[in-house]
C-alpha cells in the first residue's frame, strides 16, 4: 500500500487547507476495510495524532486541538481521505502525514505504531 500526501502550503493565521492522502498499490477495492489517520509533527516536537477516521467512513475522532476546526472524511470509490482544516493556528505548523492500517483497533486508532503505511508527509505552515 503506498500513500501520496498533498495539499499542504502556508496561509495566514484563520486560514483554510485541505489535505488529501491517495492510496494506491495492493488496496484495490480493500481500501474501506483501512483506517486511516493523520499525525503530525511540529519542529522540536513528537509525532502527535490529529484525527482518524475508521474503515467505511465510520468512527470519526479527532484531537481535542483540532476539534471543531477540522473536518476528516474519506472517499472509498477515490481511495482516498480528506482533511479539511479551517481557522487555522501557528501551532497547527507542522508536516502532516496520513498513515493506514486494516488491523487497528479502537484502544490503539490513535497511537502511531498502530498502523503501518506511512505517507510521505505534506508541510503545512501557519504564519503572518
Known amino acids: 500500500v503506498q500513500l501520496q500526501a498533498s495539499g499542504g502550503g502556508q496561509v495566514q493565521p484563520g486560514g483554510s487547507l485541505r489535505l488529501s492522502c491517495v492510496a494506491s498499490g495492493s488496496t484495490g477495492s480493500s481500501f474501506s476495510r483501512y483506517t486511516v489517520a493523520w499525525f503530525r509533527r511540529a519542529p522540536g516536537k513528537e509525532r502527535e495524532f490529529v484525527a482518524r477516521v475508521f474503515r467505511r467512513g465510520g468512527g470519526i475522532y479527532y484531537a481535542d486541538s483540532v476539534k471543531g476546526r477540522f473536518t476528516m472524511s474519506r472517499d472509498n470509490a477515490e481511495n482516498t481521505v480528506y482533511l479539511q482544516m479551517n481557522n487555522l493556528k501557528p501551532e497547527d505548523t507542522a508536516i502532516y502525514y496520513c498513515?493506514?492500517?486494516?488491523?487497528?483497533?479502537?484502544?490503539?486508532?490513535?497511537?502511531?505504531?498502530?498502523?503501518?503505511?506511512w505517507g510521505q508527509g505534506t508541510q503545512v505552515t501557519v504564519s503572518s
Open positions: 498513515a493506514a492500517d486494516s488491523g487497528v483497533t479502537l484502544s490503539a486508532s490513535t497511537t502511531a505504531r498502530s498502523y503501518a503505511y
